[in-house]
Nanobody, 124 residues
Framework: QVQLVESGGGLVQAGGSLRLSCAASGRTFSSYGMSWFRQAPGKEREFVGFISWSGGRTRYADSVKGRFTISRDSAKNTVYLQMNSLKPEDTAVYYC?????????????????WGQGTQVTVSS
């Protein structure tokens, strides 16, 4: 089992920045690929970014590419999502998730472990 706890959400003005954290506990954190997803009211959960177990591979949704950066600190069992140049359309609940798959996957169904989510609100 892996337990995931997100933090760092909040209210920010458009153009501002936030850094989300996802603290993992339980089984070997470094064995899992990690992703961030988000879900806005009335919309499906969507992929935001992925980082491989080694940190050597990342992938981003086109909507956040160049603005968001995902990273991981295995010593702290933590994954981060640095969000810059935020837009009102980035408003959502952000979730981190863990997968045992080695290949990059943007499909939420491939992730077996999820955090409880953290709210990000971007005002115009």
């Amino acid at each position: 089992q892996v337990q995931l706890v997100e933090s760092g959400g909040g209210l920010v003005q458009a153009g501002g920045s936030l850094r989300l954290s996802c603290a993992a506990s339980g089984r070997t954190f470094s064995s899992y690929g990690m992703s961030w997803f988000r879900q806005a009211p009335g919309k499906e959960r969507e992929f935001v970014g992925f980082i491989s177990w080694s940190g050597g591979r990342t992938r981003y949704a086109d909507s956040v590419k160049g603005r968001f950066t995902i990273s991981r600190d295995s010593a702290k069992n933590t994954v981060y999502l640095q969000m810059n140049s935020l837009k009102p359309e980035d408003t959502a609940v952000y979730y981190c998730a863990a997968t045992t798959r080695l290949a990059v996957t943007t499909n939420p169904g491939q992730y077996g472990y999820w955090g409880q989510g953290t709210q990000v609100t971007v005002s115009s």
